[in-house]
């Protein structure tokens, strides 16, 4: 088709004439007049209008002249010969390697940009597309993420970010293809990012706007408007209260597979060999050999995923605002091998709780939609295509625990962690003592973890006066906790975990652990405050003295 017309004058019969054969090509081939894509500079095939809107913008705004090949609308790609016979080159690397160096994606993860198959040929174009005519360096892409990683690590404002951009363009030759502002940069780069969901909260944290109160204005627990209310105390309607962001993760999932390396390394630990007896990798804990010995049809597909999550608050703001809190879920996969599973681009972000205050124990009500994901994946999900195989299979994935420092243990699991029945292990038989001097709770009672024979459990003026014959005690399972929750011992627990509701749970000899990280630095804070008197970290005052 001749496609001349779109450089001729607005105002000529020629470009008349194409506007029409290209709107009639464009119903034949999409076979409706009200949903297609408009091509005009503005929206840039990014909106869906009817023929007689599109007519208008083709002629007021013009038509973008980079359109060449009119995918969006019928038209067969004919960039898809090359795009697969170059993706990659011949060191065997993605062809898009400086975008997974950039912004910490995968090699080959590009091969499922959204529901929409014609942003992959967007991305496509723009990373054949040279920076300006006749450079060999850089791409249109390419140019644009560096660009946008340098905006991203040095907090550039998105004001900034255009008058760079402006720069940029007068410095290079005539012809460049560098966006003129951040909304067209956004564009551009918008293929790039992964499906997220803006989920509306109740201020309280009692429900998510969602399921069967999606429709709902207040929220059916408290009564509080879902709308946010301003300084004159009149809502405003469609401004919601508190937003939470969901990032799903089936889809990532998907991806990962979709990549030959990482569709190889997620199946690492089928071919590893332990043969030193120790515990060097998630593979040989009783966790993950519970999981393929009580469900065998689980543990016989090396692909099935497991998984850990992680949560912690924070306040990015620092000192400058005390009145906010923004907590993170995190997922890792440990099908990866060890060098692999902890680096930045394979740790999935699910959810960002953001507020005025931390969501404590109602962290659970968050969790919902994550926890509904895991069903899913635990029943399967068909139709991921693994590349390093070459063929499709039904993915399943299971949660095998949570990793946190002990407050945030206590939200998730619902166990009591301060006061007298605080230890998880003990329950109640936790050997707790007030101070009388220090007003704290002290735990003395560990002594009966050494061996039988230890001489510290014979000891009586180095400890509390009294020797420890005890032993210690067995840690409960997830079908004890479930069944004292279910029954309401509220002593040591103080709600039943939102994680009992994958089937599995129960089961699981280990479902929270503690990091070392947070456990280390307040020990080490404590005794190196203590030993240089560094002030408000001594621990060696005189109510501590006259407990002594």
Known sequence: ?????????????????????FLNFAVENLLTTTHIRCPCVKCVNLKLFGVGIIRDHVYFNGIDQSYKNWTFHGEPWE???????????????????????????????FGDFGSDPYEFANVIGDGDQPVYPGCRKYTKLSALVKLYNLKAKHGMSDVCFTKLLIL?????????????????????????????????????????????YEDSTNCPTCGISRWKEGKDSILKEGVPAKVVWYFPPIPRFKRMFQSHETAKSLTWHAARKSIDGQMSHPADSPSWKLLDDKWPEFGNEPRNLRLALSSDGFNHHSSLSSRYSCWPVILVTYNLPPWLCMKRKFMMLTLLISGPKQPGNDIDVYLEPLIDDLKSLWVGIRGVYDAHNGEYFTLRAALMWTINDFPTYGNLSGCVVKGYKACPICGDDTPSHRLKNGHKICYIGHRKWLPINHPYRRQRAAFNGKPEYGIPPEPLTG????????????????????????????????????????IEKNVCDSIIGTLLEIPGKNKDGIAARLDL
């Open 79 to 109: 960039a898809t010969t090359n795009a697969s016979r170059n993706v990659e080159e011949d060191d065997g690397h993605s062809r898009y390697s400086f975008v997974s160096e950039e912004i910490d994606m995968d090699d080959n993860d």
């Open 168 to 212: 940029q363009g007068d410095l290079l030759p005539e012809g460049n293809t560098i966006p003129t502002s951040m909304y067209e940069a956004k564009k551009t780069l918008c293929a790039l990012g992964l499906s997220y969901e803006k989920m509306h909260a109740c201020p309280n944290d009692c429900i998510l706007y969602r399921k069967e």
């Open 479 to 518: 079908e004890e906790v479930l069944h004292m929750v279910e029954n309401g011992d509220r002593v040591c627990w103080k709600k039943k975990s939102i994680f009992f509701d994958l089937e599995y749970w129960k089961y699981l000899p280990v479902r929270h652990a503690l990091d070392v990280m947070h």
């Open 1 to 21: 088709m001749d496609k001349s017309w779109m450089h001729s004058d607005r105002r000529s019969k020629a470009y008349e004439f194409g506007v029409e054969a």
